[in-house]
């Protein structure tokens, strides 16, 4: 081999050099704007959740007190009729009633608390 080409090969050597670690730092500069960007995203993440989770929270506690309202109004309209005396005619008709008194205690308008029919 002669001067010439082992210069060449050299030259070519440390131009493939160069291009890798210009590669090199293209590809750390890409991975540092992805880790970046993953730890805002991570950063930002808890405090969606916790809004979410509020949220949520707000609803299921509207939802419990709804139901407690409704158990109570039920269990009042049930006392009601215990203290008044009265009677069931058959098992159909109790499971009717408390059927209705369910449904009646949904829109507000359970009319043995008023003294009003059933």
């Given amino acids: 081999m002669s001067r010439k080409q082992l210069r060449e090969q ?3 050597c440390k131009r493939m050099t160069q291009q890798h670690q210009k590669q090199l730092v293209n590809l750390e500069n890409n ?3 992805k880790m970046d960007e993953h730890h805002h995203r991570l950063e930002k993440n808890p405090e969606t959740e916790h809004n979410n989770f509020a949220a949520k929270m707000k609803k299921l506690i509207k939802k419990h007190q709804a139901a407690v309202e ?3 109004i039920i269990s009042g309209c049930i006392q009601c009729l215990f203290i008044t005396g009265y009677k069931f005619s058959s098992p ?3 499971t009717s009633l408390l059927a209705e008194l369910s ?3 949904v829109t507000g308008r359970c009319g043995i608390l008023r003294g009003g029919p059933v």
Avoid: N
């Fill in 70 to 72: 409704k158990e109570g």
């Fill in 92 to 94: 159909t008709q109790a």
């Fill in 31 to 33: 991975l540092k704007a």
């Fill in 10 to 12: 050299i030259s070519g």
């Fill in 103 to 105: 449904r009646e205690a």
